[in-house]
Every structure is written in structure tokens, then in C-alpha cells.
């Protein structure tokens, strides 16, 4: 654990692409992104070190305010994305409800704090075990999003002007009741009338693109 260089605000130069992490428990510690230069890089945990511990995960390099400490491994490595998620939990589930203002989740109890990990049998972190298990809680809720958003895309502006759905077999007949006015005594009546429908199946373009979605997220 290291801390990081404070840009004041007072440097900030709007408009830019570099993230700036803060303190805050919210958007990841987000505060925007600005013309600055970063002072640190990326792959790394942040850590707030000014109240209540907030973990986040910061994949590109960043600019920081004050308080904001950096993990990561003790040769220097960069942590990977998604072992970064599972020990950003872990760090979560040990110090939740433990810190705050009264008792701020300073350097020195970051580097005194434990916490729960998987080991091999020679009694290592099982650093594989923990990327794995990540992926896959990501793809069980990715998949549902990556269904929903492919049901929404408008197929004809992304391929082409394919359609989204080409009719397949025989038709099929769909009974329906239609109220009839009987002229005679100006009452509604139930008639019955059947309705002849296509059937239709999803077009290969969408389930092409389904595929390949769910290829990417994993």
C-alpha cells in the first residue's frame, strides 16, 4: 500500500480524459475527468483513507485528491481486473460497518487489516480461482442485460437494413372474439372471427450478434 500524489483543485484543467479518484463512497470515486497529466497508474485498488475504508478498482491512469491510498502487489504488479473485483469484496465484507469519521480507516489500520482469501495447496492466494469466479459471476449478470439490449437494438441500422424477424412455416389462426352491433336491436354481440398470423423467428443476424456479446464479456 502506497499513497498517491494530491492534485489540488485548484490545478485542475477542465475538459480532459484523465479521471480524477477522490475520497468519495459513490461512481466509483469519480469526480470527473480532466486535461491533466496522471500521476498514477492504473490496475491498481484505491482506498479511502479519510472515513469508511471505499474500495475501488481503477483501470486506467488517474489523478487523486488527498486521502486516496493505492494497493497493490509488493513486486510492483499490476492487479488484474477481475482478481482486482474479488479482493476490492473481500477488503468490503472486513471492514463494513467497522469505519468512519470517529474511527477513519487510516494508513496504519489499512496496513494492519486482514482479511479472507483462497489459497492452493501450497497454502498461496489462488489468484486463478479468484479471476474465474469473477468471470463468472460477471456473465450470469451480463447475460440477461446482453438479452435485453439485443431485443431493443434496431438490427436494420447495425447490419444493414436486415430485418429483425423473417417469417417461417405455414401460417397459423388465431381465434378472436369481435363485438358486432346487430341491426336490428342495436345490442353488442360476441361473434367469433379468426385471425390469420405469420409466424416469425428471430433473424441469424440476432442471434450472431447474441454471441458475440456474450464472447466479449467473457
Partial sequence: MSGTVTTHPS??????????ITCA?????????????????????TIDSATIGYVSYQCRDFIATDHVEKLMFKDGSKIGYHCGLFIKTMI?????????YGYK?????????????????????DWQFMEEYMKQVERKIL???IERLCKRLIISDILGGVNR?????????????LPRFNVVNALKKPTMSKVILPMYHQHPSITVLTDLLEMMAA
Fill in 165 to 177: 424477424c423473417a417469417p417461417i412455416g405455414k401460417p397459423f389462426t388465431l381465434p378472436k372474439f
Fill in 25 to 45: 463512497a459513490t461512481n466509483n470515486g469519480l469526480d470527473g475527468t480532466y486535461k491533466n497529466a496522471p500521476t498514477e497508474k492504473g490496475d491498481v485498488l
Fill in 105 to 125: 480507516f487510516s494508513q496504519t489500520r489499512i496496513k494492519k487489516q486482514t482479511i479472507i482469501l483462497p489459497i492452493t495447496a501450497e497454502q498461496e492466494p
Fill in 143 to 145: 447475460k440477461p442485460t
Fill in 92 to 100: 468490503d465484507n472486513a471492514v463494513s460497518g467497522k469505519y468512519g
Fill in 11 to 20: 490545478k485542475l484543467i477542465e475538459g480532459g480524459f484523465t479521471p480524477r
